[in-house]
């Protein structure tokens, strides 16, 4: 989470580079795993060969870290009254990670599973799936959510991760300041300034799974003004089936793009930023038809193409007093043998920041946007109408109020108004107690909705023909239907937690939640139709609730200046249950699609001489995932990655990384519209180069 280099103490005669450290404090009950990482860790090197950095930060001033999605403005990482975790560039650096959800497995409480090559299933707290509508993903304040069928492509999502400054994560709802669909979290990639991001960048990877190229040059525009512009190629290999043999899921992209950051004045800054993009991903996708073969996995390639333009103004009017106006278009286009889809998005935002009282500041904003979307579909998966406009527009206010030097209470709403449920309302209240310079604790209580996508209103799905049923002649068809007079789902969350600089070498953050839901969307029987042949359908309805409970520990521990240990624990349990005339069915994902137990431990170690040694390890639970005919379990796993890296001059960096080192190939979750594969062991080489 942090942004800047921590101390460390250089061994005589050293004069290798300072590096960035992030890592937490390991739960209790893992002395094993702990064990074995620090023989490996410790067996390499006894000190740091680092030169000390008058910039650096401590463990202690880590807490200070300046983070905005919480409040949507600036405020320390103690002060927030929220379940949130920060990603910085030296954690992504060291991760060995080469996409976005790989990255987001070291999130504490982040529930990532690959489900093929591209494509990946990112939960927090509950409700896994491929699309986890009860996340909501954003990029500089462009949102990757997909109104078309509620959630983030990640096989579409990527970004140049040299260029990003840093990933906030938020466990819990975050409706209030962002909106319907942040259920269960948010998370938002934060890219950095042009000008902090000059010079040639220059990046190449090549594996036994995946190769590419990346290349980034940065400018200056005149006076205060600064520009960058990328481009990058990825091309990964096939996954494997649970046989063994080259599965069909190999995929490659192309993406480019740019950002500019101009400053006429002392108080306006300006940014306009877009990317386009190409992807050609395959898959086996389940696929219907009348004709022989009339239900089988189809070998296919999706084809993803996209693009962006992103303006923001902001103006600074005082120290206590700023707004800021932004507007985006974003165009997708994805493609494959069952479909075609088209979304055209056009947002605008204003929030305005200012305080009204010395103990009073006050956030508000408004906003507007307009999806245009159309699909043209096949006997698989249609919609009806299969073009259609939408309008959203919102506007929320939060207040937040010091009660006395050491408690605040921040209090606000967000409403919107959608064109298929009609106005929403997420209020959310929180307190936060100081307890001490070191210490803070906070509670919360907040509701947050999922409105209705255009699948779950319009969808004409047919997931299976088969040849009869008892006293029905065949073909029969098998299939889901959206519903008109669908409602929102409706969470009310209730968090407490606890941040504490223990000592200058340790510090733990502790969150607990329990939340209730109503209205989940379930799959409930529809009468027989005969149209042309007959048609037994289940319907999208509201007929589920439940309740989720849990805790999340992490921590950061300094075990002497060259090593650091990182490490969290999630516990989730998951109660759901039928409403009165309820199938008890969820329509997306089951009451086990989520590990009840995740175990991360991260090792960052400074070997000397420039070299790094960097570990970690991922203990997942159980958890069974739904299927298109039953569901199926996936067996916990643990998964070791290594990463040795080496920086010979300054500015170069060459690493090799393992992956999956302790199974030669595991299963992660079950494929329902697209075949899963099984992930197995890898290695990549890469060097970066910056001048």
Not at 195 to 206: F, I, L, P
Not at 676 to 691: E, K, M
Request: aromatic share 8%; net charge negative; proline share 6%.
């Amino acid at each position: 989470m942090n942004t800047r280099p921590l101390p460390m103490q250089p061994c005589p005669g050293s004069n290798a580079a300072h590096r960035r450290w992030n890592t937490w404090f390991p739960p209790a009950g893992t002395q094993r795993p702990l064990a074995g990482l620090a023989a490996l860790a410790m067996a390499a090197s006894a000190c740091a060969a680092l030169p000390p950095d008058p910039t650096a930060l401590s463990l202690e001033e880590l807490m200070g870290i300046e983070i905005s999605s919480a409040a949507k403005k600036p405020q320390r990482l103690l002060d927030a009254a929220t379940a949130i975790h920060v990603l910085g560039r030296e954690d992504i650096r060291r991760s060995g990670a080469t996409n976005l959800p790989e990255l987001l497995r070291m999130v504490p409480g982040v529930q990532v599973a690959r489900i093929d090559a591209s494509r990946y299933a990112v939960s927090i707290r509950g409700f896994g799936n491929r699309y986890s509508g009860k996340l909501l993903v954003l990029q500089d304040g462009r949102t990757l959510y997909s109104p078309l069928f509620s959630g983030t492509y990640w096989e579409a999502q990527d970004v140049l991760l040299e260029d990003v400054e840093r990933i906030e994560v938020i466990r819990g709802p975050g409706g209030t300041l962002w909106g319907a669909n942040a259920v269960n979290g948010v998370i938002n990639i934060i890219t950095r300034q042009a000008r902090e991001s000059q010079g040639t960048h220059v990046e190449a990877k090549a594996g036994s799974l995946e190769n590419g190229f990346a290349l980034r040059h940065g400018t200056t525009l005149g006076d205060g003004g600064h520009v960058r512009a990328y481009a990058k190629l990825d091309r990964h290999g096939p996954l494997e089936t649970p046989t063994g043999d080259d599965a069909h899921d190999a995929w490659h992209q192309a993406r480019a793009g740019f950002r500019a950051d101009l400053r006429p004045d002392a108080q306006d800054t300006m940014t306009v930023q877009g990317d386009v993009y190409e992807t050609k991903a395959e898959q086996s996708v389940l696929a219907t038809s009348l004709v022989p073969p009339t239900t089988a996995y189809v070998p296919d390639t999706a084809r993803s193409q996209g693009g962006n333009l992103l303006l923001r103004w902001q103006r600074v009017l005082s120290q206590d007093e700023n707004w800021h106006i932004q507007a985006y278009v974003d165009h997708t286009r994805v493609r494959d043998v069952l479909h075609e889809q088209r979304v055209s998005t056009l947002d605008l935002e204003w929030q305005h920041r200012f305080r009204l009282s010395p103990q009073q500041e006050i956030t508000w904003g408004l906003g507007l946007r307009r999806v245009k979307d159309a699909l043209d579909g096949s006997f698989t998966v249609s919609l009806d109408p299969d073009q259609r406009s939408t309008l959203l527009y919102s506007g929320f206010l939060q207040d937040e109020i010091s009660l006395r030097d050491d408690l605040s209470l921040t209090v606000g709403s967000k409403l919107e108004h959608n064109d298929f449920t009609g106005f929403e309302v997420q209020p959310s209240a929180r307190l936060l107690w100081r307890a001490s310079p070191t210490d803070s604790v906070w509670a919360s209580v907040s509701r947050a909705v999922q409105t209705p996508s255009r699948a779950t209103h319009n969808v004409q799905m047919n997931l299976a023909v088969l040849p009869g049923l008892p006293g029905v002649p065949g073909p029969v068809v098998i299939g889901v239907r959206g519903n008109h007079d669908l409602k929102s789902e409706e969470l009310v969350s209730r968090e407490i937690g606890y941040r504490s600089q223990l000592s200058a070498d340790l510090n733990v953050d502790v969150a607990a939640f329990y939340n209730t839901y109503d209205n989940l969307v379930s799959l409930e029987n529809n009468p027989p139709e005969f149209s042309p042949v007959p048609l037994f359908a289940k319907r999208f309805d509201n007929l589920m609730s439940g309740k989720t409970y849990g805790v999340e520990l992490s921590g950061n521990w300094q075990v002497n200046p060259a090593w650091r240990l990182r490490g969290s624990y999630s516990w989730l349990q998951m109660r759901l249950s039928p409403k009165v005339g309820g199938s008890g069915q969820l329509a997306f994902g089951n009451e086990d699609g989520s590990a009840q137990q995740v175990l991360h431990v991260h090792s960052q170690h400074n070997l000397g001489h420039n070299v790094e040694l960097d570990a970690n390890l991922y203990a997942m639970g159980k958890l069974v995932a739904l299927g298109p005919q039953a569901q199926t379990s996936v067996d916990s796993y643990t998964r070791l990655d290594l990463r040795l890296g080496w920086e010979p001059r300054p500015g170069l960096e060459l690493s090799v990384t393992g992956r999956n080192l302790l199974e030669k190939r595991h299963a992660e979750f079950v494929g329902d519209d697209v075949t899963a594969s099984v992930i197995p062991r890898s290695v990549l080489a890469q060097i970066r180069w910056t001048y």
